[in-house]
């Protein structure tokens, strides 16, 4: 059973890969009636577009030239997101991976991050009631001025047995090597130039290492609804003056 949003809310959810951004986002959203934005998913959608296209990846100039072609359509329902490349369905596509080895590099070029930019900011205003947006850099890019911003965090050890699909009982060396990705690709994302990994001054951290999915879920409701609570409280007086 839903609940009821009492007053249309932006939030900003950011941190860097198996913190639970996508499972978290996509439960509040749907928990409170709002829309769901997975910004990380245009990223990779432009990726795969590259990859299937044979633009150089590690050629930043082609890819700035190439930036503007394909049309990436981003659905919001958070019970059935979708996400479309020139008409394609490209949601299995983009998961693989090759995208995943090659993401960072085609988000990095700055003419990359400015089109997709304006496309989630699109999404974001347009959003009736409100939106939940997750990514890398929303609460201090892309939607600066969002009614509420969360940082998920989480050890390296706790991210890499989320990535890889089980918290007991992986192999070992499977999940050093994972691990090794994910700082791997965090050092990429907060260390590039244009839009780097980073928590807004004003977000709220989260440390998600010891916390269940369900805990982290109710975690962040709490904290939209009293954002939502203390926006109503302000419209009301507002209006009595």
């Known amino acids: 059973m839903e609940t009821a949003a009492p007053s249309a809310v932006i939030v900003a959810i950011d941190g860097p890969s198996g913190t639970g951004k996508s499972s978290t986002s996509k439960a ?47 659905g919001t329902d958070p019970a059935a997101p979708t996400i479309t490349v020139d008409g394609l369905d490209a949601s299995g596509p983009i998961r693989t991976q090759e995208v995943t080895s090659k993401v960072s590099a085609v988000s990095a070029v700055p003419e990359v991050r400015i089109l997709i930019t304006e496309l989630q900011r699109s999404i ?34 706790a991210r890499a047995a989320r990535r890889s699909g089980e918290l007991r009982g992986k192999d070992a060396t499977d999940l050093a090597a994972t691990r090794e990705a994910l700082i791997k690709r965090d050092a990429a994302d907060s260390g590039r ?11 709220v951290e989260v440390d998600t ?3 269940t999915l369900d805990q982290v879920i109710e975690c962040v409701v709490t904290l939209v609804v009293e954002r939502q609570s203390r926006d109503a409280d302000t419209e009301k007086r507002a209006g009595r003056k």
């Open 209 to 211: 290492t010891e916390l």
């Open 124 to 157: 974001a205003a347009s959003a009736e009631g409100g939106i939940v947006v997750e990514g890398r850099d929303i609460g201090t890019t892309v939607l600066p001025d969002a009614d509420l911003k969360i940082f998920l965090t989480a050890s390296p050890e």
């Open 28 to 74: 509040v959203a749907a928990k409170l009636g709002l829309r769901y934005l997975d910004t990380g998913a245009q990223y990779r959608a432009i990726t795969w577009w590259m990859i299937t296209n044979g633009i150089d990846t590690d050629d930043p100039h082609a890819i700035a030239v190439a930036a503007g072609k394909p049309g990436i359509v981003s």
């Open 193 to 203: 130039k244009t839009s780097p990994l980073a928590k807004a001054d004003d977000a």
